[in-house]
């Protein structure tokens, strides 16, 4: 039951950071919203291998992480292209000294909320099915 308790927390966390997203794009942060974007995902694949049993790793790389979700259930496959574009939202918007040469749009920024979306949306379905 321990697993089904802190996977709940972990997809109520990535479920925040979508919020967030959206309020970044409000407001028109829009490396911000690059940045919670990967973060959900980040977060929602992560719950989703706490609910397989799976310790985790101090790891932030999206494609990392879902390859380990891959060992778990081969239809994570199909979400690949979806995120790919957000693997590199975690470094790149926090560091200046990195994100001086990349300009986040509102159409990235946009973007990123859709592909977060549509991840979560696969991922939380994931999660309401037994395995």
């Known amino acids: 039951m321990k697993h089904h308790s802190e996977s709940a927390s972990w997809l109520a966390k990535a479920q925040d950071d979508l919020r967030w997203t959206e309020s970044n794009l409000r407001e028109e942060v829009y490396y911000g919203a690059c940045f919670t974007a990967q973060q959900a995902v980040e977060k929602a694949l992560k719950a989703y291998l706490l609910s397989q049993g799976k310790i ?67 991922i939380t379905q994931k999660l309401a099915v037994p395995s």
């Open 56 to 122: 985790l790793r101090k790891v932030h790389t999206l494609d990392a992480i879902l390859e380990e979700c891959i060992v778990f259930d081969a239809s994570f496959e199909s979400i690949r292209e979806i995120i790919l574009p957000l693997v590199d939202y975690y470094i790149q918007t926090r560091y200046p000294d990195v994100s001086e040469f990349i300009d986040y749009t509102k159409e990235k920024a946009e973007d990123a909320y859709v592909r977060a979306s549509e991840a979560l949306a696969f």
